[in-house]
């Protein structure tokens, strides 16, 4: 009898060297994903302060809770996406009030344009709009976006199909455009 086989995460064999104390795993573990949940945290809190905190929180919790980590029930990308979307959580639980703050420095490298100053003005517009959606539409938004993942990534941290992903984005989409050009 053939057994189920769950795809292989590239990163469960990093998180198998990470249990058994292997530094370097723990290293490109962190090279890889800090700057994709950094973006996910800046687009959600927008105060770069904050989300060096929660980054630095994740990566504290990977480390002291990895041997909870089971190859067998998912794949780690999934697992350590989990524990940044509760630590986000956390934050909205411990911080009731929210504010938008300017741009963050930096933000302006995420798109290589001649025109910077119309690709912040574009970027902050969109910022604007965004912070008004429903909670599950601006993680969207940040998971698409910002953090650059695919539909396949997508599904396992939102619990949704990929088909009602590539959805929902087509929905942003025409919801973003609609508001800015009216």
Known sequence: MKEKNIEKDKFNK???LLKRGDKKAGEK????FSP?????????????????????GVFLKVVARIDTFDEGLGNFSGWIWQVARNSLIDYYRDKKEVVFADMPEGFENLHKAKDITHVKMAAKEIF???KNFREDEQEVFALHYLSDLSYKEMSKIAGKSEGALRVAVHRLNKKIRSTIHD
């Open 36 to 56: 994709l949940i950094y973006r996910f945290f800046m687009a959600r809190i927008l105060n770069r302060a904050c989300a060096e905190d929660l980054v630095q």
């Open 14 to 16: 990093l998180a198998d």
């Open 128 to 130: 604007e709009v965004v």
């Open 29 to 32: 573990i962190f090279n890889y």
